[in-house]
Every structure is written in structure tokens, then in C-alpha cells.
């Protein structure tokens, strides 16, 4: 058998022995430091999102944070506060989650700022649910329930191609495929809350879900920040959407743009959700369970036009349309790109995912508890990459 021999210049000697302490070293750091490891992943050099050359998120001004030792001056309670409230959708039988929920934005934010809640739901809330929750809560409470055309699949939905439609998700396992009560709160939450009796009298809200996490101090008031710049819409997370959830979502929205071009803003988020100019959606949206937003967007006559013509395709229960994207889509086409803001200074968990702040001295100054490696943020599904890349 014949032998070969490898024969090597110096220089060709030398390339190789800098290449295998160069390999050496990465692979120890890859072991030992999780974020480099996940820094210079493949999946993260081919198209992930590279954090070397993101822009740090926006920062709330320091004018904004009050490190106003308790207990609060009438002043202080009362001057800058924002025509705002903070919003939970919630069945009685949600009361232990609804009650953590609340314990800890109360001890995080709202004891400081003690804006009035609002909770709704489709059926009265019992005593149970009242007095628990009332029992924490540090400012006014108040309890509504939903008018009935504002929650129950209208009549003239076609009910036998809206069931088939549903058996045709859960065959296919689709999350909350076969649940109308699930598509009834998506869509009073894309079309009706904001028209609530209850929430007349406010323009902000702080949307709160049961058994959710508020990971750091929010010594600031964000309804204020959102007030002063001008903005409409606030969200933590974004990630894209199951399209199997809304196949025609897209092409609906196109139509109403079409025949409405005068409601479009310039300047709006449209690279953000689209990667061919408009032409597709790439199911980019900002998960709706964490909302502080302008109900005054929700009520004017863009939204409302828009709203409306979806909810006449019927496509809230003949496919299952999530208020996360019927509200994205409408934020960044009618809103300028600058209204939507990232709070990033806010911790926030919804399982399964937490964002967590990364921008300078954020965590710190929050007294966070969640961990920023792994913030949803850096995961292959968020939609963070799209969000930077309209900054
Ligand atoms: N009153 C009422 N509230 C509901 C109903 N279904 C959901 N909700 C509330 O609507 C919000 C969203 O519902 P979730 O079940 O959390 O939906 P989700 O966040 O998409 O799904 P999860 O991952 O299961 O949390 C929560 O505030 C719920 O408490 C309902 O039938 N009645
Ligand atoms: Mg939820």
C-alpha cells in the first residue's frame, strides 16, 4: 500500500498551528461562557441577531425615574399622573393567578403610583374575586362586566364553517383551535374593551394578565413617558405568529388598506412586519398580554374602519385571529414607526418567555430578578432582529 506522505512549508505550518489554538480557545469559551457560546452559535452567525452590532434599546430618561421615598405627598400622587389605568381581563376561576399578578406589580410600580384597576370580565365577579383582589391593590378598584354583543360570536357568523373550521385546527393540534371562548376574548380584545363603560373615562391602560411576572422595579411612569412622546403603543416582547392561526389575516388587512390608503401613516413600522415591502407578512407581532397603549388609537377612525372590516370577513372565528396581531398590524401601519416603543426597562414574564433588560445599567437600577441571558430577546423566534432593523 502506498504511503503518503504530508509535506508542509513552515508558513503552511504556521497558518495551521494559529487555526488550532484559535479553534482551541473558542471551544473552551464555548463550554465555559454561555454567552459567548450562544453569541457565536451558527444559528446566530447565519442570520441570528447579532447583539455586537445592535443598538442599545432606548433608555427612559432619568427625569423620569422618582426616587421619592415612601409614603407618597399629595403631590406627588397626584400632579404628573397620567388619565390611565391598569386593565385585567380575567374569570373568577383566574383569582390565584390574578392575585400574583397584581401583588407584584403593585410591589414593583403601582404602589407608588397607585393608579385606579379595572377588571373585566363576561360574567359578574363573585365575592371571592373581589375581595381578594381589592384586599391588595393600593388605589381605587373597579369591576365591570362585558356587555353581551361584545363578547358572544355574532349571529351572523355562519356557525357550521365556523366549527369545521375549528375541527380542522384541532386536528391539525393547533393551540386553542377548537376553543370559541378563546376567539371570543381575541376578539373583544382586538375590537371592544377600549369601548367599555368602565374605561370611558381613561385614555391609557396597562394591559395585565393573570399569573404573569414583573421581574424589576418600574420606578418610572410609563404612562407618563408614553404621553410626553407621543407615542400610542408600548410592548416587551415580539415574536412571530402561528400562520396556520391567520391564513387570509394578511391579505384582509391589504384590502382595507387598499380602499383606505389615507389611513396609512408615512414613516410607519411596515419593514418591521413585512420583508418584501407590504407584499407579505413575515408574522412579526408584539405579544399582547404586556400592552400599555393609547386607547384614544383604538377609538379613532382608522382603527375603528379597520376593525370593522375585519370582524365582517368573519376570520375571528372562521380562522383564529389573535388581538396580538390585529393590533400589531394596526399600530405599525397607523401609527409613525417612532409612536410604538420598546420597554425595555421593564422585566416582564409570560410563560414561557421573560424579556429582560439589557440596555446599560437597566437591570441594576430595576433590582431585576430575571436573568438578561436569557431574555426572550435573544431566542431564534423573537421578532427583535425586525424590530432593529427599523431603528
Ligand atoms: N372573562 C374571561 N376572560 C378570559 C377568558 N379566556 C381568557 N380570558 C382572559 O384573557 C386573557 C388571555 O387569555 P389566556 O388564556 O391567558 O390566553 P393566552 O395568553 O393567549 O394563552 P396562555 O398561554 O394560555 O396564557 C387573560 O387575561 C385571561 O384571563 C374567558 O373566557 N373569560
Ligand atoms: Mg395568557
Given at each position: 500500500?502506498?504511503?503518503?506522505?504530508?509535506?508542509?512549508?513552515?508558513?503552511?505550518?504556521?497558518?495551521?498551528?494559529?487555526?488550532?489554538?484559535?479553534?482551541?480557545?473558542?471551544?473552551?469559551?464555548?463550554?465555559?461562557?454561555?454567552?459567548?457560546?450562544?453569541?457565536?452559535?451558527?444559528?446566530?452567525?447565519?442570520?441570528?441577531?447579532?447583539?455586537?452590532?445592535?443598538?442599545?434599546?432606548?433608555?427612559?430618561?432619568?427625569?423620569?425615574?422618582?426616587?421619592?421615598?415612601?409614603?407618597?405627598?399629595?403631590?406627588?400622587?397626584?400632579?404628573?399622573?397620567?388619565?390611565?389605568?391598569?386593565?385585567m381581563l380575567a374569570r373568577n376561576?383566574?383569582?390565584?393567578?390574578?392575585?400574583?399578578?397584581?401583588?407584584?406589580?403593585?410591589?414593583?410600580?403601582?404602589?407608588?403610583?397607585?393608579?385606579?384597576?379595572?377588571?373585566?370580565?363576561?360574567?359578574?365577579?363573585?365575592?371571592?374575586?373581589?375581595?381578594?383582589?381589592?384586599?391588595?391593590?393600593?388605589?381605587?378598584?373597579?369591576?365591570?362586566?362585558?356587555?353581551?354583543?361584545?363578547?358572544?360570536?355574532?349571529?351572523?357568523?355562519?356557525?357550521?364553517?365556523?366549527?369545521?373550521?375549528?375541527?380542522?385546527?384541532?386536528?391539525?393540534?393547533?393551540?386553542?383551535?377548537?376553543?370559541?371562548?378563546?376567539?371570543?376574548?381575541?376578539?373583544?380584545?382586538?375590537?371592544?374593551?377600549?369601548?367599555?363603560?368602565?374605561?370611558?373615562?381613561?385614555?391609557?391602560?396597562?394591559?395585565?394578565?393573570?399569573?404573569?411576572?414583573?421581574?424589576?422595579?418600574?420606578?418610572?411612569?410609563?404612562?407618563?413617558?408614553?404621553?410626553?412622546?407621543?407615542?400610542?403603543?408600548?410592548?416587551?416582547?415580539?415574536?412571530?405568529?402561528?400562520?396556520?392561526?391567520?391564513?387570509?389575516?394578511?391579505?384582509?388587512?391589504?384590502?382595507?388598506?387598499?380602499?383606505?390608503?389615507?389611513?396609512?401613516?408615512?414613516?410607519?413600522?411596515?419593514?418591521y412586519m413585512s420583508d418584501d415591502?407590504?407584499?407579505?407578512?413575515?408574522?412579526?407581532?408584539?405579544?399582547?398580554?404586556?400592552?400599555?397603549?393609547?386607547?384614544?388609537?383604538?377609538?379613532?377612525?382608522?382603527?375603528?374602519?379597520?376593525?370593522?372590516?375585519?370582524?365582517?370577513?368573519?376570520?375571528?372565528?372562521?380562522?383564529?385571529?389573535?388581538?396580538?396581531?390585529?393590533?400589531?398590524?394596526?399600530?405599525?401601519?397607523?401609527?409613525?414607526k417612532d409612536q410604538i416603543h420598546?420597554?425595555?426597562?421593564?422585566?416582564?414574564?409570560?410563560?414561557?418567555?421573560?424579556?429582560?433588560?439589557?440596555?446599560?445599567?437597566?437591570?441594576?437600577?430595576?433590582?431585576?430578578?430575571?436573568?438578561?441571558?436569557?431574555?426572550?430577546?435573544?431566542?431564534?423566534?423573537?421578532?427583535?432582529?425586525?424590530?432593529?432593523?427599523?431603528?
Amino acid at each position: 500500500m502506498a504511503q503518503i506522505h504530508w509535506k508542509l512549508t513552515p508558513t503552511a505550518r504556521y497558518v495551521l498551528l494559529v487555526l488550532f489554538i484559535l479553534f482551541g480557545v473558542h471551544s473552551i469559551l464555548s463550554f465555559t461562557h454561555e454567552p459567548y457560546g450562544r453569541a457565536t452559535s451558527i444559528s446566530q452567525l447565519t442570520g441570528g441577531f447579532s447583539w455586537s452590532t445592535a443598538a442599545a434599546p432606548p433608555a427612559i430618561p432619568d427625569a423620569y425615574y422618582d426616587d421619592t421615598p415612601l409614603p407618597l405627598t399629595p403631590a406627588h400622587n397626584t400632579s404628573a399622573r397620567a388619565n390611565a389605568t391598569i386593565l385585567m381581563l380575567a374569570r373568577n376561576s383566574d383569582v390565584d393567578g390574578a392575585v400574583r399578578s397584581i401583588r407584584e406589580l403593585e410591589d414593583r410600580f403601582n404602589h407608588k403610583y397607585q393608579y385606579p384597576w379595572v377588571f373585566l370580565n363576561e360574567e359578574d365577579f363573585d365575592d371571592e374575586f373581589k375581595r381578594r383582589v381589592t384586599n391588595i391593590i393600593s388605589g381605587p378598584v373597579h369591576f365591570g362586566r362585558i356587555p353581551h354583543d361584545h363578547w358572544y360570536q355574532p349571529a351572523w357568523i355562519d356557525e357550521d364553517r365556523a366549527s369545521a373550521a375549528r375541527q380542522k385546527m384541532m386536528d391539525d393540534n393547533i393551540i386553542y383551535g377548537g376553543s370559541v371562548s378563546y376567539r371570543n376574548m381575541c376578539r373583544f380584545n382586538s375590537g371592544f374593551f377600549y369601548r367599555h363603560q368602565l374605561l370611558q373615562q381613561f385614555k391609557w391602560y396597562w394591559r395585565v394578565e393573570p399569573d404573569v411576572h414583573f421581574r424589576c422595579d418600574v420606578d418610572f411612569d410609563p404612562f407618563r413617558y408614553m404621553e410626553d412622546h407621543n407615542k400610542v403603543y408600548g410592548f416587551t416582547i415580539t415574536m412571530y405568529e402561528y400562520l396556520a392561526t391567520i391564513p387570509t389575516l394578511w391579505e384582509t388587512v391589504k384590502e382595507f388598506t387598499k380602499a383606505h390608503p389615507e389611513y396609512v401613516k408615512e414613516n410607519n413600522a411596515m419593514n418591521y412586519m413585512s420583508d418584501d415591502g407590504g407584499t407579505t407578512y413575515n408574522n412579526c407581532h408584539f405579544w399582547s398580554n404586556f400592552e400599555i397603549a393609547n386607547m384614544d388609537f383604538w377609538r379613532g377612525e382608522a382603527y375603528s374602519k379597520y376593525f370593522e372590516y375585519l370582524d365582517s370577513k368573519g376570520g375571528f372565528y372562521y380562522e383564529r385571529w389573535g388581538d396580538a396581531p390585529v393590533h400589531s398590524i394596526a399600530a405599525g401601519l397607523f401609527a409613525s414607526k417612532d409612536q410604538i416603543h420598546f420597554f425595555d426597562d421593564i422585566g416582564y414574564e409570560h410563560n414561557p418567555y421573560t424579556h429582560c433588560p439589557r440596555g446599560p445599567g437597566a437591570w441594576e437600577r430595576g433590582h431585576c430578578d430575571c436573568e438578561v441571558q436569557k431574555s426572550f430577546d435573544y431566542d431564534g423566534y423573537s421578532c427583535m432582529r425586525q424590530w432593529d432593523r427599523i431603528q
